[in-house]
């Protein structure tokens, strides 16, 4: 029962642990407040992943797409940004308006965990956002000019009539400006790893066989190393007739077996 609590309290840590690093919380800011749900279903698309806590490598050109089967057709689409350094550029021609702190809950550490794991020094981080205008049907393309590299970007869409933020993007869908993608081994290199691995094991496997071969055989000095006879009498106590005869025969075989091994190794 002890060990059944352990593990679900340790299941729900990790659990929490997984949602803060993904599923982010909205926060007001400028003239948008936030709506009493905002799914993270705004995620970008850009040239591969990072491996870091923001998941998405982009360029200079990238796309947004909307999870689920709501319509956005006719929201606003807000980017939003957060530069190691000076926030500069636009997006779309919309120049970014600067924000005190970054609007999305649970973002600023994995905002900042990136640009470390990335090497992206951040020496005075700055915020902002540009309303890029009303979402048309399907992806919204969105192309970054004069932004700084390491610059990260999350996406939300917001009611134009209400500036209710309706939709947020979640840490693992957000993307850095500039980054390189993240690295998997090729093909190659597995089937070099994966051949060098099963020699080994051939060699191993022969070196068994060999020391069970010759078992007697001493490997530094090539002397024959006779059997512990009298441990041998030993098990034989207590036996069966039949089990005597059956131990007799095999000490005999071994007997054979160590002979041979010794013309072996003075043949050598």
């Known amino acids: 029962m002890r060990a059944f609590r352990i593990c679900s309290i340790s299941l729900a840590i990790f659990l929490m642990a997984v949602l803060s690093a993904t599923a982010n919380t909205c926060n007001s800011f400028a003239s948008f407040t936030c709506s009493k749900s905002t799914p ?50 636009s997006v779309n021609g919309v120049s970014f308006t600067s924000l005190s702190s970054f609007p999305e809950g649970s973002a600023i550490g994995a905002i900042q965990s990136t640009w470390t794991g990335m090497g992206t020094q951040f020496n005075s981080p700055s915020f902002g956002y540009a309303n890029v205008g009303t979402i048309g049907s399907g992806t919204v393309s969105i192309s970054a000019s004069g932004v700084a590299a390491g610059t990260i970007f999350y996406a939300e869409v917001v009611n134009p009539t209400t500036g209710k933020v309706l939709y947020i993007t979640p840490n693992s869908e957000a993307g850095i400006l500039g980054g390189s993608a993240a690295t998997t081994p090729e093909p190659a290199s597995l089937t070099l790893l994966g ?32 059997p512990d006879f009298g441990r041998i009498g030993d098990l034989l106590v207590g036996f069966s007739r039949s089990r005597e005869l059956r131990l007799s025969s095999a000490a005999s075989s071994l007997g054979l077996q160590r002979s041979a091994c010794h013309e072996i190794v003075h043949s050598r």
């Not at 796309?63 to 807000?78: A, E, H, Y």
């Not at 060699?203 to 007697?216: F, G, I, L, Q, T």
């Open 195 to 226: 051949t060098g691995l099963i020699a080994l094991a051939g060699a191993v496997r022969r070196k068994m066989n060999k020391d069970e071969r010759c078992p007697s055989i001493s490997l530094s000095t090539g002397v024959p190393l006779l």
């Open 40 to 89: 993270n279903v705004v995620h970008l698309v850009g040239t591969g992943a990072t491996g870091q806590s923001v998941g998405i490598v982009l360029g200079n050109t990238f796309n947004v797409t909307f999870m689920g089967n709501k319509s956005f057709v006719g929201d606003d689409l807000i980017i939003l940004a957060a530069a190691p350094n000076a926030l500069t550029g």
